[in-house]
């Protein structure tokens, strides 16, 4: 992987962000710095440095000849990456921050929502890092950078995230946060380096709840909101087939257990203050079994490229629920 700490506007970025954190009274259009920011960063880390070390040679018969990444297509790709990352930057700003950005803070909010946002920032880490790294698989790439830029794509794109909310009245930066978003990443390169394969796979799944009628602020006033906000209707699961550990076993390959966890009754952030407003918040675990669709054999490509995609969704299938109000059985459980 190519280096970047000789690249260019290396020095820039260091400066930048020392000023920041030492004074913490950063004031510019936020969202619009942030944004120039991480394309900069993502350009010194993906396909104009990629050039020097990704030649590969191949052996055929008698004859050797290279094979050089596909450069075109690593430029359409990062730009496709860039304005995708910009519309959901954008998305967030409206949807999210309400207030007008201030000075920057930090907050530890590591006791909140019963750690289930922070699941989220592990989850969504882990499926930038995974897509990203099938994405540049396809460019010809080595499949050391594959990795690499994958891992570090879940983190990048997250951080400006993090600053923003650094910046906002109604966070803080969040260390939390970014350790979940390291993990998530590392969840996905640590299961290459020990299996040369994705074993244990994160999903997700969610069902709209009652709970977001009480505090639509806080919890959502759209659809879109409630699924984003909502985390009493979230759930979040690690999914493995036996098969992946027993290769001998005749456990089908593609038939998951998967292990849950949500919580119910957080009308805030806070457990007492939900206490306060008349409610017990609770966690909850879950035993079900899971489907991984890119174990199913097909012929076609677009159902492969399909099957992909939708695994980082867990299916609705029967469930053990086990909270502290007992054990419940759900016939069909999202």
């Known amino acids: 992987m190519a280096d970047i700490s000789n690249a260019p506007f290396g020095n820039e970025f260091k400066a930048l962000f020392e000023y920041i954190f030492r004074k913490l009274r950063f004031r510019v259009k936020v969202f619009k710095n942030l944004s120039v920011s991480c394309l900069l960063i993502c350009i010194h880390i993906t396909p104009a440095s990629a050039q020097t070390d990704t030649t590969q040679v191949v052996a ?10 596909n450069y075109k297509m690593l430029r359409g790709i990062f730009a496709a990456q860039s304005a995708l990352y910009l ?73 400006p995230i993090e600053i923003l909310d650094g910046f906002s009245p109604d966070y803080g930066f969040s260390t939390g946060d970014m350790v979940a978003n390291i993990t998530g990443s590392v969840i996905f390169l640590g299961q290459i380096a020990l299996w040369d394969e994705v074993r244990i796979q994160p999903k997700f799944s969610f069902h709209y709840t009652s709970l977001s009628k009480v505090r639509p602020e806080l919890l959502g006033n759209t659809k879109y909101e409630r699924w984003l906000k909502d985390y009493n209707g979230q ?79 867990k299916i609705p299938a029967p469930a053990l629920q086990i909270s502290r109000k007992g054990v419940d059985f759900k016939p069909f459980y999202f």
């Open 87 to 159: 519309g959901t930057m954008y998305g967030l700003s409206k949807s999210w921050y309400k207030n007008r950005l201030t000075n920057f803070s930090f907050k530890d909010d590591t006791h909140e929502w019963l750690q289930m946002d922070k699941m989220g920032h592990v989850y969504t880490s882990y499926q930038i890092a995974r897509h990203t790294a099938a994405i540049y698989k396809k460019t010809g790439i080595s499949k050391r950078q594959m990795l690499v830029y994958g891992a570090i794509s879940g983190i990048i794109f997250q951080t």
């Open 60 to 69: 055929l018969a008698d004859t050797t000849h290279e094979v050089r990444p």
């Open 235 to 313: 759930t979040y699961w690690f999914s493995a087939s036996p098969r992946s550990f027993f290769r001998n076993g005749n456990w089908p390959a593609w038939l998951c257990f998967s292990v849950g966890y949500g919580i119910q009754d957080m009308v805030s952030a806070e457990t007492e203050k939900s206490i306060e407003l008349g409610y017990r918040p609770y966690r909850q675990y879950y035993l079900s079994l899971d489907i991984d669709l890119t174990k199913i054999k097909t012929r076609s490509k677009f159902v492969r490229t399909l099957g992909f995609v939708a695994n980082s969704i």
